[in-house]
């Protein structure tokens, strides 16, 4: 069994699955449960600012959108950060932490966008012993509206200058928690590093609305018939969240600041992925809230099997794909496959003849007896049939190799590697000559 | 006290709760998350197989993706406008050997999509919703005579009268549906569903419906052509083939299709006499029908017994496999060659059957089945063909989209020779008859 022991900005924990800050984490009760299950730690839900408590609407919080079989594919929600008051949260964080000294506590926070206001809450953490904060930069609905959350994570100025803020005021480990509502992701992580910050983690939720209801035309979730955006996370989400992961963790600039990957990780290998991304670890909230705290033995257990199959450590793992995240200009353009389906395999199911005789490049031919074939002098190899077909490894995609000649374009396969900054199609390549 | 063993044929044999049972829906419709769930599974073929396994074509990936949007009723039209008795369909295809058995997920996984139970929700769904969702095209003064109220003629009447026709339909028993109605056991249609389809059905409009109007004795061909502009042959099967072997005269020895049509007539099933031990002679559906619904009415012994292989059987593998679960014995590769009794039925004598120069012969090796009832259910035949009509093995000749010999006379069904005797092909067959009827009639 691989070690899956994690140590992220020198916060200890038995593994690298650590709980969001989000309703999972939000008091004693739930987080004891989580570490009783196995969850290598918590980011504590988002306390405010001493006073009184904030409120959440009494209808619903959640919109969802699903799959097949109403797999829940994605969630939104409409929940502001905790609603408890700041006492309670900072006396049971106190008491977990104490309890469940092995486990990550790390405490996310949001306040009014004031020097005063950073550090009277910073002080209070620091008295419960928790391993680190976490600065909430991400949420998009509601609290944004009052000038924190994702209304700070939008401007780099205002993500530096808070950082600084809480670095000067604490000796804790602090987490810049970015939101992925802006366009370039580099820009607030650089601004966190500016600013200090030990780590970013990412990606909050993305502004969303799930669904209309058609009766009464009020965006769901439907509060008095009336809808306001929410935060959207859970499966959906991860390719957005891998590739902002991704941008952070291949810019020279930035190569040194650790990411805490969050975003639709619902298995050990989303978790796998966000690691090789770059992530230090990662954080879970949709998938335990669709199924509880259960999915950590499949996340530890799958990760630790995949590392002793590969023989390689966390450690090993991490990053491991960065050096394989380019730019479209550098794709080797003489990489050229062509689709081939296992008929062993194929039920005649067809679909991978509609998508690409009405959607691509009539590539597939299609008998009477339904037996499908590729044909070499169209396919173009988009992947189109892969993607769509239902049965796993029925089409696969094969290089042709080199020497072959390609009967789409009738050239001969090269193994050079020749990419778009050297096409002669290609203007700027020309005038470099 | 009557009871499974009480010896003779008598009623009775069960208790009330077992009666309502045993005879209930055999497959109940779905709930809403039953229907969806069976419909994620749908692939959405393109040129779907199940479409091409379907006599009357419906488009099932249609009507399946219209279940998985949220709208059944929707679905449901689809499933009509392809065959207007797709709720009957539903109930009684043997998709197993059609849509079910062409599903691709049946060749990947042994599991089709449940369509057979999928388009009841949808047609179920809107049928509920009352009224007719057709409307009558203008009429054309054109007035078209249909032979039988069975799914053919309903389904070329509705097809007709839509187009703006007007329709009569002729029929001989009391009750329209054909064999909706008198020949398909009592629990795959239970709940008077084949009178509430026809009412839904003659909803439409333009449709006359006569009853106690047979074929050569109330009506003639002759007299329908000369009253109308075209005439459509429904009228099914209605003789029987006998057994022709010693004693079938004996008493007790009944046609099936005549023990399933008092079966579906009965108002209480506990007053239906069954015997303690019953023997049903033959291997396709009647027979299975017949076999199946004994057992569950209280007899105690049910055997069915087929000349031939098991893979000759008409019935599919799968209602054997009903037959056999239900706990009827089946035997193949068995001739009747005597019906013993004294005067009424008490054993009948089998030969195993081996294949000779001259086909099928009975072997030396015999045996006898003790038997209160003996069902012949050994095929049925046309009953008297109309004078003139060109008639071909047994059943009326067509060529094309159910034309015959006589100009003007269309004809469709189990009559007719050509496609398997399913409810679903006479639905196909009226329903194309009507639309070469209709392009003769205005062209």
Request: glycine share 12%; charged share 20%.
């Amino acid at each position: 069994m691989a070690d899956l022991t994690s140590e992220f900005l020198g916060i200890k924990s038995p593994n690298p699955f650590w709980l969001a800050s989000a309703p999972p984490t939000d008091k004693e009760y739930n987080v004891v449960r989580a570490f009783k299950a196995g969850w290598g730690g918590v980011v504590w839900k988002t306390l405010g600012a001493e006073g009184p408590p904030i409120v959440n609407v009494n209808g619903p919080r959640y919109g969802a959108v699903w799959g097949a079989d109403r797999r829940l594919l994605g969630l939104n929600n409409i929940e502001l950060i905790t609603d408890r008051p700041l006492e309670a949260n900072l006396r049971e964080i106190k008491q977990v932490k104490r309890d469940w000294p092995d486990r990550a506590m790390v405490v996310s926070l949001m306040v009014p966008c004031d020097e005063e206001s950073w550090k009277a809450i910073l002080k209070r953490v620091e008295d419960t012993e928790a391993d680190g904060v976490e600065l909430n930069f991400g949420c998009p609905h509601g609290m944004s509206e009052r000038g924190m959350g994702s209304a700070v994570g939008q401007v780099p100025e205002y993500i530096e200058m808070v950082t600084r803020w809480v670095k000067t005021h604490s000796r804790m480990p602090c987490i810049v928690k970015l939101t992925p509502n802006i366009t370039d992701i580099r820009k607030p992580a650089e601004a966190a590093k500016r600013g200090g910050a030990d780590a970013v983690s990412l990606i909050n939720t993305i502004s969303s609305i799930t669904s209309v209801d058609l009766d009464n035309f009020s965006p769901e979730p439907s509060i008095d018939g009336k809808g306001a955006h929410g935060g959207y996370c859970g499966p959906a989400v991860k390719p957005i969240a891998l590739n902002m992961v991704a941008e952070i963790a291949r810019d020279p600039a930035l190569a040194d600041l650790p990411i805490s990957g969050i975003g639709g990780v619902t298995t050990w290998r989303d978790a796998a992925e966000f690691l090789a991304l770059g992530a230090g670890n990662v954080q879970v909230c949709t998938a335990a809230m669709t199924y509880g705290f259960g999915i950590i033995k499949e996340l530890t257990a799958g990760l630790s099997l995949y590392l002793d199959q590969k023989g390689m450590t966390l450690e090993q793992l991490q990053g491991r794909a960065v050096p394989n995240v380019t730019d479209w200009q550098y794709l080797n353009l003489n990489y050229v496959t062509k689709a081939r389906i296992d008929q062993d395999l194929c039920i005649k199911c067809g679909r991978c003849f509609a998508a690409c005789e009405d959607t691509s490049h009539q590539a597939i031919s299609m008998s009477p007896d339904r037996v499908f074939d590729v044909i070499d002098e169209e396919c173009v190899a988009c992947n189109l049939c892969v993607n769509v077909c239902p049965v796993e490894n029925c089409i696969t995609m094969e290089r042709l190799p080199a020497g072959v000649v390609d009967p789409r374009t009738g050239d001969t396969v090269s193994d050079d590697h020749g990419d778009w900054t050297s096409h002669p199609n290609n203007p700027m390549a020309r005038a470099a000559e | 006290m009557t009871s499974m063993t009480t010896p003779g044929i008598v009623p009775g044999r069960l208790s009330a709760e077992d009666y309502a049972r045993n005879f209930d829906d055999i497959y109940p419709d779905f709930d809403p998350h039953e229907a969806m769930v069976a419909a994620d599974r749908c692939y959405f073929c393109h040129d779907a197989p199940c479409i091409t396994a379907c006599p009357t074509e419906i488009d099932i990936p249609l009507f399946i993706r219209q279940i998985q949007a949220g709208q059944p009723e929707a679905a449901g039209k689809t499933i009509f406008d392809q065959n207007i008795l797709g709720g009957m369909c539903a109930r009684v295809c043997p998709t197993e050997t059609l849509c079910e058995g062409a599903c691709v997920r049946e060749m990947a996984e042994g599991q089709p999509v449940e369509i057979g139970r999928l388009q009841r929700y949808a047609t179920d769904r809107l049928m509920a919703e009352g009224g007719h969702p057709y409307a009558r095209a203008e009429g054309t003064g054109k007035r078209v005579a249909v032979v039988g109220a069975g799914p053919a003629g309903l389904a070329c009447a509705h097809a007709l009268a839509r187009e703006g026709h007007d329709v009569v339909i002729f029929e001989a028993r009391e009750k329209p549906g054909g064999l909706n109605e008198y020949g398909i056991a009592a629990y795959k249609t239970p709940h008077g569903f084949a009178q509430e389809e026809v009412e839904w059905i003659l909803g439409i409009g333009g449709i006359t419906l006569r009853h106690g109007m047979t074929l050569g004795r109330d009506i003639t061909l002759d007299g329908l052509r000369g009253e109308f502009d075209a005439v459509f042959l429904g009228m099914g099967l209605g003789g029987v083939n006998a057994l022709g072997v010693s004693g079938d005269d004996r008493g007790n020895v009944r046609d099936a299709v005549d023990f399933i049509a008092e079966l579906r007539q009965a108002g209480d099933l506990a007053a239906l006499p069954v015997g303690r031990h019953v023997v049903v002679i033959g291997g396709g559906m009647t027979a299975v029908d017949a076999a199946v619904q004994s057992k569950l009415l209280g007899a105690e012994h049910v055997t069915m017994v087929y000349r031939r292989g098991r893979e000759r059987m008409s019935a599919s593998d799968y209602e054997l496999d009903h037959a056999a679960t239900a706990g009827v014995k089946i035997i193949t590769g068995a001739m009747p060659m005597a019906v013993h009794g004294n005067g009424a039925v008490r054993e009948v004598e089998f030969a195993y059957s081996v294949e000779g120069p001259n086909g099928l012969a009975p072997g030396d090796e015999r045996f006898r089945l003790p038997a209160d009832q003996l069902f012949r259910a050994i095929g049925q035949t046309l009953d008297g063909a109309p004078e003139g009509l060109v008639v071909e093995g047994g059943k009326i000749a067509v060529e094309g989209a159910g034309k015959t010999s006589v100009p003007m006379v269309w004809a469709g069904g189990d009559c007719t020779a050509g496609g398997e005797d399913l409810t679903v092909t006479a639905v196909a067959q009226g329903r194309d008859a009507a639309a070469d009827i209709h392009a003769r009639l205005m062209g």
